[in-house]
């Protein structure tokens, strides 16, 4: 006991400890102070909006969503790891990663007015999708996130988006009190990126000019030959988690949207949780690899078992607490929400443990595993949707959701690579 107790303090007073704890604190407490100003503001639109105004405007942005696989170029997964592999490239992986993201994103934005214009003859509609979609232009500089990430130092990160959150979050209160209407914060979407734009140029110059930056067509080709199976994946799975807003809009109507988006948005306020525990403590796990003495494995084991059981910390209340949540939250008109949260909220348990499962196969460059398990996600949520909207409402959609979620994860774990690491850790610890 006195050497476990020796060990665990050394471990604590260690340089690394402190440096991920620290950073893991600036993404927690940053997310935490962004998501509640985020999210009563956004209770407070809705509530304003009402259900079928709402509800449009969640369809605009989810048709949007749709695009935004080809704007990304499944590029941010791999620039993540080549900036934690080779620093000392830094310059030329994000001048190539930005120049090939903008040119995605006008392909994105070409295709999204294309779609919208065909598929929604109603140009209140479809103006607000173009509105939204132009964001796809100023999102690339966005990826200075992964640099700091790769740093470890969240500092950054954490103060550009309070600092945008704030800066959002007046002007839609604005719009609001003012009686401005739906264009107006169609507007702020586009604003968004804008600002997170103009303020992480601003702090990543406090590190290195950003004029060092160079895009060369060997590191393009290379990030593209690496990243397509992502790109490919990230559409599987923005159409398993885009794909219900839009059918119901289609199956049944906009006020039917509305309802669902508001059970789902809570649903997944606490989804910020496993994605600070796998930005902070992943890279750790990452370099253990080098250690070649068991200690990846056991790492990946105790990671997926915190993973899991954050995710169903969080399920348990709001399960239980659903009806309440809504009630005071959106008042009577949006009570049908009450059930869809109840039901989607057990989805963030094989949401959480997909994400950390895609971070480990991105990190063992299993890209065929990440592809296959978003192929299958994204055909048994269309299929589920197909089936149980017509049968059951929208309740069915959050039941085609549950189910598409945890199909996820239990394709990725069913890798033989990850058997064997979990075979080697579970044969460790008897």
């Given at each position: 006991m006195e050497q476990?107790?020796?060990?665990?303090?050394?471990?604590?007073?260690?340089h690394g400890f402190k440096r991920y704890a620290s950073n893991t604190s600036w993404l927690f407490l940053g997310r935490i102070f962004t998501l509640?100003?985020?999210?009563?503001?956004?209770?407070?639109?809705?509530?304003?909006?009402?259900?079928?105004?709402?509800?449009?405007?969640?369809?605009?942005?989810g048709i949007v969503g749709l695009f935004s696989f080809v704007a990304n170029l499944g590029i941010d997964q791999i620039i993540y790891r080549e900036l934690i592999k080779y620093p000392e490239k830094e310059a030329d992986l994000l001048g190539s990663a930005i120049t090939l993201k903008f040119?995605?994103?006008?392909?994105?934005?070409?295709g999204l007015a294309i779609t919208t214009l065909t598929i929604d003859h109603n140009w209140f509609i479809s103006s607000l999708v173009l509105i939204i979609g132009a964001t796809f232009v100023f999102t690339p500089l966005q990826t200075l996130n992964f640099y700091f990430q790769a740093k470890v130092v969240s500092k950054k990160i954490t103060i550009v988006q309070v600092v945008t959150v704030v800066i959002l979050s007046i002007l839609k209160i604005g719009i609001v009190f003012f009686n401005k209407g739906i264009y107006y914060l169609a507007a702020v979407a586009l604003i968004e990126p804008i600002l997170y734009a103009v303020f992480y140029i601003y702090a990543y110059s406090r590190y290195a000019p950003v004029r060092n930056w160079t895009s060369t067509r060997s590191t393009a080709t290379l990030l593209l030959r690496d990243s397509w199976p992502f790109m490919i994946a990230a559409a599987f799975s923005i159409i398993y988690t885009r794909i219900d807003q839009i059918m119901i809009e289609h199956m049944l109507n906009a006020t039917a949207v509305g309802i669902y988006s508001v059970g789902e948005n809570i649903a997944e306020v606490w989804y910020f949780v496993p994605g600070v525990i796998i930005?902070?403590?992943?890279?750790?796990?990452?370099?253990?690899?080098?250690?070649?003495?068991?200690?990846?494995?056991?790492?990946?084991?105790?990671?997926?078992?915190l993973i899991a059981a954050v995710a169903l910390l969080f399920a348990l209340p709001i399960h239980f607490l659903s009806g309440f949540i809504i009630s005071i939250l959106y008042g009577s008109k949006y009570a049908g929400s009450a059930i869809i949260l109840s039901i989607y909220v057990w989805a963030g348990i094989g949401y959480s443990i997909g994400m950390a499962a895609t971070n480990y196969l991105t990190a063992e460059n299993h890209r065929v595993a990440i592809f296959m398990s978003a192929l299958a996600g994204a055909i048994s949520n269309v299929i589920l949707n197909l089936v149980f909207i017509p049968r059951f409402g929208i309740m069915g959609s959050a039941y085609a959701t549950l189910i598409s979620y945890s199909i996820i994860p239990i394709s990725m774990l069913a890798s033989r690579s990850i058997r064997a690491h979990a075979y080697k850790v579970v044969k460790s610890i008897l």
């Open positions: 476990l107790i020796q060990k665990t303090s050394g471990f604590v007073q260690s509640v100003i985020a999210f009563f503001v956004s209770t407070y639109v809705a509530r304003y909006l009402g259900p079928n105004n709402y509800g449009l405007l969640s369809y605009a942005i040119f995605g994103g006008l392909v994105a934005y070409a930005t902070s403590l992943f890279p750790a796990i990452v370099n253990a690899r080098t250690m070649n003495n068991g200690s990846y494995e056991r790492r990946l084991f105790y990671f997926f078992i």
